[in-house]
């Protein structure tokens, strides 16, 4: 893709690019989406940023946004593409080591899809809690080890150190006394929604045989995102639901192509079939004849 738009980044199963389509896009934007109102006019620290469209996103709302990657190509492309933008700097850093940034210089930490790619999680969650302000929230997002590779069976080559629930939870609870953890799934649903009413919500799982109905989103998350604070005031800005989707309905969209796509295949097989059928019809009347 590079090689025809330098304004993309190249897509090496990595680092997210806004160019990916369907479910990645979906998880991707939807973190930050989450985070967009607790950036207002707060001062964000975006900790492996990557491409850089995250950080963009949230400039739009906070005082400040710095995102830091490792990669110099990486927040070079950063720069090119998103730095005109107001609020947003990008610097080349390790999230393991960010010293040189100030104690509590920051109101709202992100760091997406970060931990898996690192084996020294201790040190970069200690050096967030440095960097966070008291009143502070950091959000930080990772696969669950047992659904995202124990039970799909697949192997993340760019995961070098992947967690558990329990795992993550209680790397969080040394260093943040106070964490609500959510689960993130991409999930085909029938929503009702009160056009009028944001403030609460429910939710139906019908089991697999359709026997039962049970209240909740019964269902293992891919992914977990934790807002973690020092105060619990400091989390009660946050949802206990969010949604997220795209007016073009892009998931939905290749859904139905792909469904329309298998239904007209089947029609044309069943044609062929029909004239197959009518051809050996033919040729066993002719071999009749001949007898």
Not at 101 to 109: H, K, M, Q
Not at 181 to 200: C, H, I, M, P
Request: glycine share 6%.
């Amino acid at each position: 893709m590079s090689d025809t738009n330098p304004s993309v980044l190249e897509f090496t199963g990595e680092r997210f690019t806004p160019e990916c389509v369907r479910e990645i896009w979906y998880e991707h934007w939807h973190r930050y989406a989450f985070a967009l109102p607790l950036a207002r006019g707060r001062r964000v620290l975006d900790a492996a940023c990557g491409e850089g469209y995250g950080s963009a996103l949230l400039a739009g709302e906070a005082a400040s946004v710095l995102g830091v990657d490792i990669s110099d190509t990486t927040v070079a492309h950063a720069r090119a593409r998103y730095g005109t933008r107001e609020r947003v700097h990008f610097a080349q850093g390790d999230c393991t080591a960010l010293d040189a940034l100030p104690d509590a210089g920051f109101d709202l930490i992100v760091s997406f899809e970060t931990l898996e790619h690192l084996h020294d999680h201790e040190r970069m969650l200690d050096g967030f809690a440095r960097l966070l302000a008291d009143d502070g929230i950091l959000l930080i997002s990772t696969p669950d080890k047992r659904t995202y590779t124990d039970l799909s069976g697949a192997t993340n080559e760019h995961h070098v150190r992947e967690l558990y629930r329990d795992e993550f939870e209680s790397l969080l609870s040394v260093r943040f006394p106070h964490h609500r953890l959510f689960g993130q799934k991409l999930l085909f649903a029938s929503v009702l929604w009160d056009e009028r009413r944001t403030d609460t919500w429910a939710a139906t799982t019908m089991s697999a045989d359709a026997s039962a109905a049970a209240d909740g989103l019964r269902y293992a998350p891919l992914y977990y995102v934790a807002a973690c604070a020092r105060t619990a005031q400091a989390l009660d800005a946050l949802p206990s639901l969010s949604l997220f989707g795209d007016a073009a309905q892009s998931v939905y969209s290749h859904y139905d192509h792909e469904i329309r796509k298998n239904i007209a295949a089947g029609h044309r097989i069943a044609e062929l079939e029909q004239q197959l059928e009518a051809e050996r019809a033919r040729r066993l009347a002719l071999e009749q004849q001949r007898v």
